[in-house]
C-alpha cells in the first residue's frame, strides 16, 4: 500500500516538474525577480541622489540654486517612483522638493499619497510621526484663517502617539491649540514639549505668553 501511494506521488510530482518545464515557468520567475530586484536598486539609486539634491537645496544660499537642486530632486523621485510607488520615502523626498520649489498644493498631495496605503506600509511608527509632522507643517504654511487648523491638529495628534519622544510636533501642536484658543490643551503640550526637551526655549516662551 504505501509503495503504491509513494509511486503516485512520484508520478504526481514528475506531472508538475514536466508542466512547469514546458510553460518555462521556472525561467519566467527567475527572470520577473531579477527585474524587480534590478528595479529596486535603481530605484535606491535615484532616491539616494535625490536626497543628496535635496540637501543641497536646502543649504543654498541663493534662491535660484535651491530652486533648480529641488527641481533636480523631484526629477529623481519621479524616476524611482516609476520603479517603486510603494516607497513613502521617495514620496515624501518629492514632497519636500515640490514644497522648496512653491508648490504646496502638490507637495500636500504627496505627503498624502505617502501616508496611506500601500505606501504608508513601508514606514515604520516614527518615519509616520515624522511624515505626518511635516505635513502638519505644510498644512499650518498654507491655512488661511485658521481653515486647516483642525487637520493639522489631527495629524500632529497622530504623530505624538506614533513618535511621543517628539518635542517638535508637541510644541506645534500647541501652537495649533492656542491659534484656536485652547488655552489649557496648549499648555499641557508645550509642557510636555519642555518634558521632553527641556532647552526649548520655544515652549518656554509658548508657556509664558499662555501665562501673561
Known amino acids: 500500500m504505501w509503495t503504491d501511494l509513494l509511486l503516485q506521488a512520484a508520478l504526481i510530482l514528475l506531472t508538475v516538474f514536466m508542466f512547469l518545464a514546458m510553460h518555462d515557468i521556472p525561467q519566467k520567475i527567475f527572470t520577473k525577480l531579477r527585474y524587480r530586484n534590478r528595479a529596486d536598486l535603481q530605484a535606491r539609486r535615484h532616491f539616494v ?33 516609476s520603479l517603486d510607488s510603494k516607497d513613502a520615502a521617495t514620496h515624501i523626498l518629492k514632497a519636500v522638493a515640490l514644497d522648496l520649489q512653491g508648490f504646496k498644493s502638490s507637495a500636500l498631495e504627496s505627503f498624502d499619497t505617502a501616508l496611506r496605503p500601500p505606501a504608508a506600509k513601508s514606514l515604520s511608527d516614527a518615519e509616520r510621526g515624522d511624515a505626518l509632522l511635516k505635513r502638519a507643517e505644510l498644512k499650518i504654511s498654507m491655512s488661511r484663517r485658521g481653515s486647516r487648523d483642525d487637520s493639522a491638529i ?14 517638535k510636533a508637541f510644541c506645534l501642536l500647541g501652537d495649533c491649540y492656542a491659534a484656536k484658543k485652547m488655552r489649557d490643551e496648549a499648555k499641557a503640550a508645550y509642557e510636555q514639549a519642555i518634558r521632553i526637551q527641556p532647552g526649548s526655549d520655544k515652549a518656554r516662551a509658548a508657556l509664558d505668553r499662555l501665562g501673561s
Open 154 to 167: 489631527e495629524d500632529l495628534t497622530a504623530a505624538v502617539e506614533l513618535s511621543p519622544d517628539n518635542a
Open 49 to 81: 541622489l535625490g536626497a543628496q539634491l535635496l540637501a543641497q537645496a536646502r543649504s543654498s544660499n541663493s534662491r535660484s540654486s535651491t530652486i533648480s537642486f529641488a527641481k533636480q530632486a523631484e526629477s529623481e523621485a519621479n524616476l524611482a517612483i
